[in-house]
């Protein structure tokens, strides 16, 4: 069964919570307040210090960082233009 990039997003948060018992909120509230400001450095401390894996490390610091694809579209960003410029 094929789902869309929205749905296959939603379930991913939802597992973070059942997972984790931590909401994708509550992580990121986390690594506001304690986490390291680059997003490699987040993503290492997320797996060593709480064991998220790889995949939930980065949601969580894309989140953080707004640097997901979701976050710069609803700020206006122009995704496709972003890829091809010079």
């Known amino acids: 069964m094929t789902s869309s990039p929205d749905a296959q997003m939603a379930t991913m948060i939802e597992n973070l919570k059942a997972n984790t ?3 994708l ?3 990121v509230a986390l ?3 304690g986490g390291p400001a680059k997003h490699g450095a987040l993503v290492s401390w997320l797996k060593e210090s709480h ?12 989140t953080t960082f707004r640097s997901d694809a979701g976050s ?15």
Do not use: I
């Open 72 to 86: 710069k579209a609803a700020a206006g960003d122009d995704l496709v233009g972003e890829m091809f410029a010079g």
């Open 31 to 33: 690594s506001r307040t």
């Open 51 to 62: 064991g998220l894996t790889h995949g939930y490390a980065n949601l969580v610091a894309h």
């Open 25 to 27: 909120d509550e992580w």
């Open 21 to 23: 018992g931590k909401s």
